[in-house]
């Protein structure tokens, strides 16, 4: 398959890249039961290796794309408007940290829940489970419960010699992103993108399959 010429601007011809990359059809195959590391996995299904996007940075991610000709399987997180997370994004890193503590702090509560009735002997005159109420300090410790959300017009400190104008608004926390995996074909846009979408992250749950690159509305031309 031939590829479209590249930009100029190779970074943003990189977002572009990947930003039209989409799975055709969804995989089901359990990424956890595959063999490999967090950034390529073997698939005993299939036989393919599996190429997780989201462990990559956007440089490294579009280099693998166009090494394969989009002749790949794919795994990665993806933002609500459809595009690929990346793990130089710093929400979606942030949003995956979030979601390992989480379910390291769950299985903490979950310990100490499984053997409060094996450990009654712990329990005080008072009426206290020792032994529970260790694990939940530090269930709370790893994971500790966030303050409630300030809301409101923030101002800004202008730094000296400069002046602040317009207002900044309270943007509130995003959900974190699904993950999409499978394989499909790619096709490098000719022009450069100038504007960045922003947008909500969906929730996170991983998605496989065959990446499909939508093309351009010059290359469809």
Known sequence: MQL?????NAATNDAVLLSRTRVASPCRADWDAMVGDERSRFCGSCRKNVYNLSAMTTVEAAALIREKEGKLCVR????????VLTQDCPVGLAAVRRRMARVFAAGIVGFAALFSAATQWWITDTGENLFANRLRYWAEKIHPTPEPAVAGKMRIT?????RATGGATYVPKLPEPEAIMGEAPIYEPETPVKTVRVGRMGRM??????PRIAPSDKSER
């Not at 479209?4 to 100029?8: A, G, I, V």
């Not at 202008?158 to 400069?162: A, D, I, L, W």
């Not at 749950?205 to 065959?210: D, L």
């Open 4 to 8: 479209l010429p590249m930009t100029r």
């Open 76 to 83: 990665y997180f993806e933002r609500a408007d459809g595009t």
């Open 158 to 162: 202008p730094e000296p010699g400069m």
């Open 205 to 210: 749950a991983p998605i496989m399959g065959a």
